[in-house]
T-cell receptor, first 114, second 112 residues
């Protein structure tokens, strides 16, 4: 167990809908990362937050948004869902968000868009 | 833009043999290179990392080598075992030093 908690584990929804994925980082970690992993694909970096502020942005679609709250948990909002958004979404956390910090991954949320 | 290329995409080796996975990075400012292992259905986990001030690092059966001049680094696994079967991701720190640039992953298959 990495100490990073993601909920829900599974999510099944329809095209056009909106969902929210939640992540609680390890105790003491200030930075949260979101990744998308499609079937048999690599890790696509979406976005990083540090202590409530956006720090780095990857290939995140405009339909997706995220935030990190004062208690450091983070939410990833996916809207106007398309079939191609079906994937495993990982959250990771690290101590201070520097690239040299170990990233601890959660177990992921598997999103299925039907 | 910043890029990390990882080869091969799939590697099949006989149990007990060695496996080598290679990554090439584009940004000469990159100075941190971790390797993550993702077993089937599991989360990625760091297995070894190297910083740019050293050329090699070992941890039991795994080692990472770094060639800064050629801008490539490699993961070496010796005496492979069934539990080494997984997808391995390399990464390199970005210019901003805030994020990692990830390779596409290598699926390592250990044949009994």
């Amino acid at each position: 167990d990495s100490g990073v908690t993601q909920t829900p584990k599974h999510l099944i929804t329809a095209t056009g809908q909106r969902v929210t994925l939640r992540c609680s980082p390890r105790s003491g970690d200030l930075s949260v990362y979101w990744y998308q992993q499609s079937l048999d694909q690599g890790l696509q970096f979406l976005i990083q937050y540090y202590n409530g502020e956006e720090r780095a942005k990857g290939n995140i679609l405009e339909r997706f948004s995220a935030q990190q709250f004062p208690d450091l948990h983070s939410e990833l909002n996916l809207s106007s869902l398309e079939l191609g958004d079906s994937a495993l979404y990982f959250c990771a956390s690290s101590v201070d968000g520097g690239a040299k910090n170990i990233q601890y991954f959660g177990a992921g949320t598997r999103l299925s868009v039907l | 833009g910043e890029n990390v290329e990882q080869h091969p995409s799939t590697l099949s080796v006989q149990e007990g043999d060695s496996a080598v996975i290679k990554c090439t990075y584009s940004d000469s400012a990159s100075n941190y290179f971790p390797w993550y292992k993702q077993e089937l259905g599991k989360r990625p986990q760091l297995i070894i990392d190297i910083r740019s001030n050293v050329g090699e690092k070992k941890d039991q059966r795994i080692a990472v080598t770094l060639n800064k001049t050629a801008k490539h680094f490699s993961l070496h696994i010796t005496e492979t075992q069934p539990e080494d079967s997984a997808v391995y991701f390399c990464a390199a720190s970005s210019k901003s030093n805030y994020q990692l640039i990830w390779g596409a992953g290598t699926k390592l298959i250990i044949k009994p």
